[in-house]
């Protein structure tokens, strides 16, 4: 009987001891299991939306991703613990067009201001310099920005003062037709002018000061009032500086001289002068030596059966054939070359 009870009495102690071994494990056990499957509510900013999302999940990255909501290559995320659950707020990237005083770049930003974005580019900015939106604008997908650099300078420089036209009569001219007694000639000025420049190029000029130093002199005209020339036989009134053609039209010559004359045509195909210029009639043949190429003139024979008239140095001639004071007048047909074959004729050269 006494043994018997010993042996009850070694079980109980061996049964409590065992209970306080797996007593804690237990314990330990189902805590370990609360803090592995303990859920965590996050509250999701993504712009102007709102979400909150309750997962197991701890990586901010898994807990977008489950909230379906993908991060581009540049988007990025801030996290914050509040009271019972955490924060994500996404940040979007933005492409930003910035020129920067003509350079342009396109840059990344996440809904900072101007100015913060400058700053975090290191793009600095000059006192009088302009940036085309405030700096306290916030950024935002597809904004273009300038940043221009302003120079403001004082300047000194000369200027044109035009002349005035006065007109007179004279009855020494044939009624209807206009002469130039006096050619018109500009006077000049010293300026000074504060000039604006926006990377680099003029915006703004404010004149500060003018002073004439130049008088103009007018240009004075003579207008004919005397009696009218019969020009019924299309011939033309050549005075001292002035020609007056049958029109009435007057035109002032500077000089003259004697020159012989050939007449050449281009029947059958177009030609083209020595400047690429379409040969025709008055586009006439030179030696650039004397007459440039470019020179306007009046051509009369001295004859009085031909008037060429108005006339403009743009060929040369071939070989040797338009040499010195000679001159090749294009015609349109083979005959009126024959007719005119060679003769003298005046060249006045047309102011």
């Not at 009495?9 to 370990?32: C, G, M, N, S, T």
């Not at 002349?163 to 004279?170: A, I, K, L, M």
């Not at 040969?279 to 009369?300: E, K, L, Q």
């Amino acid at each position: 009987m006494h043994k018997f009870t010993r042996l009850a009495l070694e079980r109980k102690v061996l049964f409590i001891r065992v209970a306080a071994i797996l007593l804690p494990l237990a314990i330990a056990l189902l805590l370990l299991s609360q803090t592995v499957f303990a859920q965590t509510t996050y509250v999701i900013t993504d712009g102007s939306r709102v979400l909150v999302h309750t997962t197991t999940a701890t990586d901010p990255e898994a807990v977008l991703g489950e909230a379906g909501l993908e991060l581009g290559a540049d988007d990025t995320y801030t996290t914050q613990a509040a009271d019972g659950v955490s924060e994500i707020t996404v940040r979007r990237s933005q492409s930003v067009t910035i020129d920067y005083y003509g350079q342009v770049m396109q840059e990344a930003s996440f809904g900072e201001t101007v100015e913060e974005l400058l700053t975090r580019l290191n793009l600095t900015w000059g006192q009088d310099d302009t940036i085309s939106l405030p700096l306290d604008t916030e950024t935002y997908d597809g904004m273009e920005l300038a940043v221009a650099r302003v120079v403001h300078q004082q300047q000194t420089y000369t200027a044109e003062v035009p002349y005035e036209t006065v007109y007179c009569s004279d009855d020494s001219i044939p009624a209807g037709t206009e002469v130039v007694l006096t050619e018109g000639e500009a006077g000049e000025m010293l300026c000074q002018a504060k000039v604006t420049y926006v990377n680099g190029q003029e915006a703004e000029r404010t004149v500060l000061s003018q002073q004439v130093t130049s008088q103009p002199v007018d240009e004075v005209v003579a207008l004919g009032c005397g009696e009218a020339v019969d020009l019924s036989d299309e011939q033309p009134v050549i005075g001292d500086g002035t020609i007056t053609l049958p029109t009435g039209e007057v035109l002032t010559y500077t000089h003259s001289m004697f020159a012989g004359a050939t007449a050449y045509t281009c029947v059958g195909y177009t030609g083209r002068t020595a400047t690429g210029t379409e040969a025709r009639v008055g586009a006439i043949a030179v030696d650039p030596s004397v007459i440039s190429y470019g020179t306007r003139m009046f051509i009369v024979t001295n004859d009085g059966e031909y008037v060429y008239g108005i006339a403009t140095a743009e060929d040369c001639g071939s070989l040797d054939h338009i040499v010195g004071d000679r001159v090749d007048l294009y015609f349109d047909t083979w005959d009126e070359c024959i007719q005119f074959g060679y003769r003298e004729c005046t060249i006045y050269f047309l102011g």
